[in-house]
């Protein structure tokens, strides 16, 4: 299993569903959640360090995979920053 490390250093293992989700709730639908989830899935053992990929990394794929999906979801993901 990876490990996602934080804007804060920390480590949490990667959570495949919390993809899913976030990408449906920018207003995808589920079957291109879960294209672009597939594309995270093959792309994260590319860019592992040691088993880690950091947040901030995992977000411009998305984006990048998302906003060929589905252009407007994308652009509503890219909006929302948690504070």
Known sequence: M?????KDG??????RS???NGVIMSGATPEQAEQVAAGIDSWLPTVLVNGVVKTADIRVKLLEVLKVINLTAGATFESYQKI
């Open 18 to 20: 919390k993809i899913v």
């Open 2 to 6: 990876y490990q996602v490390q934080k």
């Open 10 to 15: 920390s480590l949490v293992d990667f959570d």
